[in-house]
């Protein structure tokens, strides 16, 4: 298993942008495919995009449209993913994974940081 943590979420307006951090303890974290995730109340978890090992390959679920941007720094152990234009329909538990397989199925991806709030009002 990857130890992974989940930074950046918050209460937000409607338009809104944050910028989630995911860190990782782990020395081969350049290995590893990672993707971003989420849960609103009620509902499946949902993929919201993924990149590849080096960073040069990025992904995103419909819904994302143009406002969100994946990212990755492998020096600091971390992944990014900011997010712009929030809107009330984004508010959820927002998680970071690592898979082996570059995929948007969650289960291919084998651990899980516990996850952020995001919340945003109208």
Not at 3 to 9: A, K, M, N, R
Not at 49 to 72: H, K, L, P, W
């Amino acid at each position: 298993q990857v130890q992974l943590v989940e930074s950046g979420g918050g209460l937000v307006q409607a338009g809104d942008s944050l910028r989630l951090s995911c860190t990782a303890r782990e020395r081969t974290f350049r290995n590893y495919l990672m993707g971003w995730f989420r849960q609103a109340p009620g509902k499946e978890r949902e993929y919201v995009a993924r990149i590849s090992r080096e960073g040069r390959m990025t992904y995103y679920a419909d819904f994302v449209g143009r406002r969100f941007t994946i990212s990755r720094d492998n020096a600091k152990n971390t992944m990014y993913l900011q997010m712009n234009n929030l809107k009330p329909e984004d508010t959820a538990i927002y998680y970071c994974a690592v898979s082996d397989h570059f995929s948007d199925d969650a289960a291919l991806y084998s651990s899980w940081g516990p996850g952020t709030q995001v919340t945003v009002s109208s």
